[in-house]
């Protein structure tokens, strides 16, 4: 029994070590937190300590099998461990390299996992015999130099300074700093200054004094990662390539604004609240810091992620296991915005004195919808009991958001119905119907549209007081301050029968899009509610234009800095972030109309709206307005060919492969 458990103690070390160093490369941008190979450790160890009985039974009984010397009993061992404990984890490598996104255990048998698996545990066979030969020949030290080799491995370093890739250029003595601001999920028709008439954000409308406000604002897509990619770049996906089913883009070939801002002699630095957004996509190319710390850095390894899947395999097998969809642990793949603004305040007020330009990207809002408490009071439904006088009837009357008055009383009425803010992955939800929420009643709706809309609420204090301390950082070096908030997507919640993101409803991609120029404030020109339409590929050449900086000439969209958008403006929404090409979409709105062209086929089937006398585009007036089709669907040809947009399967070359468990852990690739 020593014998294994020496084995697979110095075992579990080089496994470690090895997992470790090769896992911080996929983060070597970020600095180490210095806690990995200590983490990844103790997986390994967990694992040994589980595989210790069974090692020794298999070694015993191998041994009276066949007989053998003191030098067989040590390659033996060697062997058994080897396969017992690092073979099921590289396996699940070779499987889950293959996996397309959303792929459920079946797709387990199809060739290509197969066939990564299966090559990999051959690997595997073929290192525990070449180790347990050594072992035999040359002695028990070659197990102690695996643990030593092991050791050294995790103490291998691959991550960078914050001053990496810094521009030996200087920014001018005025160049403003430039901040975007995205609020995850947040759609325009929950704020106030969008016509909503509950005060969900009520510190971010005072602000918005000083900003232009537009009210035509379109996402370029309804998922995270392909809409900031067109922030920063400027360019709609079908140009820069990201998309659900390929979780990169290539900013050699588009580079974002932060490293052209970063050439120009800005400092540039991100930080996200969601694991969607790892800076190894390439969206962290030209950020001097890039800030995704999300969940522990054990959870890029690989044995972390056969713990992942056999959790979600379990939650499959068993109700109490589920979790609410979100059964990984401590794994959360988000954080709260609180975290984000702390680290991104504390590196705006560093000392450094060049400008900066920061990205700011907080995901409270996004699903589950889970409030604190006082955000909740305020918002979630309820009613509120004013007596008129002395033994009269009450009156109930509903109300959300004003305090009553003394004397009135105010009682809260819990919500019976059957969801809650995990929506339907939630472990008390039971699909019964054709879709989703066919079932769900119009309380059950304003109760998720409650839950969501405190989030908004609660999400608005944390980034006044965060906007408040940036302002004043700001003033203290003298240097304006332009900023864009805005959202990648918005939410649906039964709208046109659809929940969540995974569509082009008005609700989905009609965003906020608030612009602060440098030097603005409240009542200053061009400040106030704006028509004509605009894009998220505007970001980019306007925060350019504020800071001084020629736009590349690849950039499609407008300079908000000095051009007004006109409402017969063309601007695109393209839904290309499912698993397969027939379900694209793409929405082309000029004027008061919206087209709608489902697959990239030229005759494929189309949508016609009008969002003036139809502003959640649920008629399709297509087959009375043929003229209008023919010439939107012109436009969207011409547009789309000023940049060569890749199209048809050749979208989807390439299948997410590895990134099914964080993504559906989030909600994307299918419940």
């Known amino acids: ?350 000392g450094d004195s060049r400008p900066w330009f920061c990205m700011i990207n907080m995901y409270d809002v996004h699903w589950p919808y889970l409030p604190d408490e006082a955000a909740a009071s305020q918002f979630v439904v309820h009613e509120v009991v004013v007596p008129a006088v002395a033994d009269a009837p009450e009156v109930v009357v509903p109300e959300v958001a004003d305090a009553p008055q003394e004397d009135q009383v105010r009682e809260f009425e819990g919500y019976r119905g059957t969801v809650d803010g995990y929506l339907f992955r939630s472990n008390t939800y039971r699909r019964k119907e054709a879709y989703p929420g066919e079932t769900l009643d119009e309380k059950d709706r304003q109760y998720l549209v409650d839950l969501y809309e405190a989030e908004i609420f609660e999400l608005d204090g944390k980034v006044d007081q965060f906007w408040a301390s940036v302002e004043a950082a700001t003033r203290s070096t003298g240097r304006g301050l332009g900023a864009v908030v805005t959202a990648d997507h918005g939410e649906a919640f039964g709208e046109n029968e659809v929940f969540g993101h995974t569509d082009v409803q008005e609700v989905q991609v009609r965003v906020p899009f608030l612009l602060k120029a440098p030097g603005a404030g409240p009542g200053a020109s061009g400040s106030g509610h704006r028509g004509g339409k605009v894009s998220s590929v505007d970001i980019a050449p306007t925060l350019l234009s504020f800071a001084g900086v020629e736009r590349p000439g690849w950039m499609p969209g407008l300079d908000l800095n000095s051009q007004q958008p006109s409402p017969q403006r063309v601007v695109l929404v393209e839904d290309r972030d499912h698993l397969g090409a027939e379900k694209s979409q793409h929405a082309v709105y000029r004027g008061d109309w919206k087209l709608l062209v489902h697959g990239f086929s030229a005759d494929g089937a189309v949508e016609l709206y009008n969002l003036k006398e139809d502003p959640a585009a649920s008629e399709d007036v297509a087959s009375f307005f043929p003229e209008v089709v023919d010439e939107l669907r012109a436009a969207l040809g011409d547009l789309r060919s000023s940049w060569g947009a890749d199209g048809g399967e050749k979208a989807w070359t390439g299948d997410g492969a590895g990134l099914a468990d964080h993504l559906t852990g989030l909600g994307y690739g299918g419940d």
């Open 1 to 350: 029994m020593n014998l294994v458990a020496i084995t697979l103690a110095c075992l579990a070390l080089f496994f470690a070590g090895i997992d470790s160093a090769t896992s911080s490369l996929s983060f070597w941008y970020r600095e180490a937190s210095g806690w990995l190979f200590t983490s990844t450790w103790l997986l390994w160890s967990a694992l040994a300590v589980i595989m210790l009985i069974p090692t020794y039974v298999a070694w015993v009984i191998i041994g009276r099998l066949r007989p053998r010397s003191e030098r067989g009993e040590r390659r033996d061992a060697v062997f058994i461990g080897f396969m017992l404990v690092g073979a099921p984890v590289f396996t699940h490598v070779g499987l889950n390299a293959f996996l397309p996104l959303g792929a459920g255990v079946g797709a387990l048998f199809s060739p290509k996992p197969l066939l990564g698996g299966l090559l990999c545990l051959l690997v595997s066979i073929g290192l525990g015999v070449g180790l347990g030969q050594l072992a035999r020949l040359k002695g028990f030290r070659v197990i102690g130099i695996l643990g030593v080799a092991g050791l050294l491995f995790g103490m291998l370093d691959f991550s960078t300074s914050e001053e990496g890739g810094r521009s030996p250029r200087e920014a001018p003595g005025d160049a403003p700093n430039l901040l975007l601001m995205v609020w995850d999920t947040t759609r325009a028709a929950s704020l106030g200054i969008y016509g909503n008439d509950r005060a969900t954000a009520p510190l971010l409308a005072a602000r918005s004094e000083g900003m232009a406000v537009y009210d035509e604002a379109r996402s370029t897509s309804i998922f995270t990662l392909s809409s900031h990619v067109s922030m920063l770049t400027g360019t709609y996906p079908s140009h820069h390539g990201a998309r659900l089913t390929r979780q990169s883009y290539n900013p050699a070939e588009t580079p974002s604004i932060a490293e052209l801002l970063r050439d120009a002699g800005y400092r540039t630095g991100a930080f996200v609240g969601t694991a969607v957004l790892n800076g190894d996509t390439g969206i962290g190319e030209g950020f001097e810091v890039f800030d995704d710390r999300v969940d522990p850095d054990v959870c890029k390894t690989s044995i972390w992620g056969m713990v992942h899947d056999i959790q979600a395999f379990l939650a499959k097998l068993s109700p109490r296991l589920q979790g609410n969809g979100r059964p990984h642990w401590f794994e959360t793949f988000d954080r709260p915005a609180e975290d984000v603004l702390s680290r991104a305040l504390a590196w705006i007020d560093n």
